[in-house]
């Protein structure tokens, strides 16, 4: 007699967004120094067609919520927290910047270990593969119009506009009819 598998938490939840018709969840991560980048990136992959989280509190900025030192020490680690609830819903990560900082590098070993795919617009940021050799290089800013060829399958389908830089995930899209 067989027994039906039982799914794990990540299958049923896979399942139920297959099911519901949820699209491609995408979650940013990187410094909040590069909000500006990661609300064009939000911009961008919602035009898509892709769910986009990212952090919503920037914690540069001074803000009543976070004035008072011990409420920011607890504020800041329910954002953690947050945020990692936000990769584990995601089924893919963007990485944002030029420059990777302890918390991003945390975030990205975290996905990592989850199986997620990450994706970088700066792939020379990417700390790699515990134990490995860089990896997931594959997105970044398309450079179309600024010099260079097209990169293949930039995730603007309306086509390039040489002053709007976006974010390229390869592989997406066929470029030889640009």
């Known amino acids: 007699m067989s027994y039906p598998q ?3 938490p990540e299958e049923k939840l896979a399942d139920a967004k297959a099911r519901l018709g949820i699209p491609k969840i995408v979650v940013i991560c990187g410094s909040t120094r590069f909000m500006d980048e990661m609300t064009a990136a ?9 769910i986009v989280v990212k952090p919503g509190c920037n914690m540069k900025i001074a803000d009543r919520l976070w004035a008072d030192d011990a409420e920011a ?15 584990r819903l995601a089924d893919e ?5 030029d420059y990777v900082g302890d918390s991003t590098r945390a975030e990205i070993a975290y ?9 970088f617009t700066h792939p020379e940021v990417d700390p790699g593969e515990p134990g490995g050799d860089s990896a997931s290089r594959e997105t970044g800013w398309c450079t179309f119009g600024e010099g260079d060829a097209p990169g293949s399958g930039c995730i603007l389908p309306a086509g390039h506009m040489p002053a709007n830089r976006h974010v390229v995930t390869y592989g997406d899209v066929d ?3 640009y």
């Open 73 to 87: 020490e607890a504020g800041k680690i329910r954002l953690d927290e947050l945020h990692r609830a936000k990769i």
């Open 42 to 50: 939000d911009c961008e992959l919602t035009w898509a067609g892709h």
């Open 175 to 177: 470029h030889d009819d």
């Open 111 to 119: 996905a990592r270990e989850l199986g997620k795919p990450v994706r």
């Open 6 to 8: 039982l799914l794990s």
């Open 93 to 97: 990560v963007l990485v944002i910047g």
